[in-house]
């Protein structure tokens, strides 16, 4: 990162926490894709925290231009698009978010993931303070804006202590979009659960880019590919099967695309049963083939509506 593009940033950081919306003590961002300190990672931190300034004050404004037309993410009840998603992120009720730990990793040259912890600081309005959780935020390049392609967050959690069952019933599951887009990217998809199903360093080393980051079901943020690997071939989870459900392409550019899906597996992480999940995974076309570069997968939240 150049001189000038730190000034930039270190500006609005120290804007941001003068008005008491985000304390950043941000771990050196790292593109995985370009190499570390890449001068873009840090247009991506500032749109980062300028988006949480927006929810903070209640900015209704500020979504439509900052939100990709084929926004896809994960809300409250379920699949947000872009309509969703600023209705839903435009009611910041909590009074301080603190963003540290970003990392950015380059996918494309106008694909990008920024993953940071988030954690609430003071009062919330009508609702106890949630719990800290990793955030993912993917970037697109339309035209000369970067704007937000996807946003989830997995709350983090203790995985050896067991959660109470929710008491109201899940969002109904869709069925799988039987385009060829959503298909290419489900065989990669189904041949990745598969190798971690069965705990295949090989076979999962062999479907994995160079450098990745992925977020669990608990919460817990791999940063590293040799941490990813470590973690879905060790003895973590005993896993009979699997099912991947209503899965949903969404295409940005010709090489990079997300699939969204609903997950349940037959079996245990950590001694407690794996819960249901929406999974979000990143690919990046890579000659003629597709491959898994990112994924965050978080639980599938019961809904009462």
Partial sequence: MGGAERAILGALLASVIASG???AEPRA???DAQGA???RDSAIEALELRSYAAWK???AGFWPAFLSERFIGWGSSGRLDKATAAREL???????VQVTGAQVSWLTPAAAVITHKTSVDGPCVGNAAPGARWTATGYVLE???WKAAFRAEAPIVDPSQPKASPSVALAPVGLTKRDA?????LDQEQALWS???DRDARRLDALLPPSIQFINIFGMHLATRTEALKNWSGEGCDVKGFDLGDARATMFTPDFGILTLYATADGSCYGQKVAPVWTSSFYVKRGKAWVWSFGINIPARATTG
């Fill in 21 to 23: 919306t985000a304390a």
């Fill in 29 to 31: 961002a790292t593109s």
């Fill in 37 to 39: 300190g890449d001068p």
């Fill in 57 to 59: 004050a209640k900015d």
């Fill in 90 to 96: 435009s009611g910041g009720a909590c009074a301080v």
């Fill in 143 to 145: 035209g000369r804006r």
């Fill in 181 to 185: 887009q959503t298909q290419a990217l």
């Fill in 195 to 197: 190798a971690w199903k």
